[in-house]
């Protein structure tokens, strides 16, 4: 059988005493731990409010990866109300702004604290062709706002769309691409992407691309009007016989050639030009 053994008066106080001391050393606990929030806040506080830790200007922007598009250009994309404490700006909204924008791929945006300011990383869309509309397509309205692909602008080599002015004409760095393309719809971005690396890798020189007719693609080149039919599986193999075809200058003048019918690519035929009944 157990014995218990009953505290004695000296046991009571000292455990009395013990828990005295626990819920002293908690409440210093505690204090410690509201000033420690206390300070913390009214540093960030003064980090936030200070003039150390201010964006200033665009000019404490560190932007890298923009060949196309001026540091300035992008500074002016960026909805910045100078002065900004620097821990108010929110990176990921600034980021997805940039991406808003046409010429801008993607941009990752980060803050940096010494010295105080932002990185800015962006990737351009590059544009290879100019997007021209319909000519013969009527315009119902003007539009209030930029309509894709229903007025000038470039294309990449995605198919993507931007405004004819989204690079600075006096960026030396850019150049109007030479290609230009009619009737390039939103529908066949798809399939540009699979025409245009062919066509850059053509020997032959093109100029124009005219998709208004989806059944009738036609290209303008160094050796005349090329007519490939819908775009297809075999539109490789019609640049190679188109290729195959330089000698046919030097055997019927360009200005005879009403245009070269490559929608058999196997048996490619030339049309040649009727000659005026006055002539």
Not at 175 to 193: D, K
Not at 244 to 256: P, T
Request: net charge neutral.
């Amino acid at each position: 059988m157990t014995d218990f053994q009953v505290p004695t008066s000296q046991d009571l106080a000292t455990r009395r005493q013990r828990l005295r001391q626990q819920r002293r050393y908690r409440l210093l606990q505690g204090i410690w731990r509201a000033i420690a929030i206390s300070g913390l806040t009214a540093g960030t506080v003064w980090v936030a409010t200070s003039p150390v830790w201010l964006i200033q200007s665009g000019e404490q922007l560190d932007i890298s990866g923009n060949q196309l598009l001026s540091d300035d250009e992008i500074q002016a994309l960026l909805p910045i109300d100078y002065p900004q404490p620097l821990l108010k700006v929110q990176p990921q909204t600034l980021s997805a702004q940039l991406k808003k924008h046409g010429p801008i791929a993607d941009a990752i945006v980060s803050r940096r604290l010494f010295p105080p300011g932002l990185h800015v990383r962006v990737q351009e869309r590059y544009p290879v062709a100019v997007a021209l509309p319909d000519p013969t397509e009527p315009i119902s309205a003007i539009p209030a706002k930029t309509v894709p692909f229903q007025e000038m602008g470039l294309l990449d080599q995605g198919g993507f769309w931007m405004p004819y002015d989204s690079f600075s004409q006096s960026n030396h760095g850019f150049e109007l691409p030479g290609l230009q393309v009619y009737g390039m719809r939103p529908t066949y971005q798809e399939q540009w992407a699979q025409l245009y690396p062919m066509l850059s890798r053509s020997p032959v020189k093109i100029s124009e691309v005219d998709w208004r007719n989806p059944n009738n693609l036609i290209l303008q080149t160094e050796l005349g009007e090329v007519h490939l039919g819908p775009f297809g599986p075999r539109f490789s193999e019609q640049l190679v016989a188109l290729d195959q075809m330089r000698s046919l200058n030097g055997k019927v003048g360009k200005e005879k050639i009403a245009f070269i019918d490559l929608r058999e690519p196997q048996s490619p035929a030339v049309e040649i030009s009727k000659p005026n009944k006055g002539s």
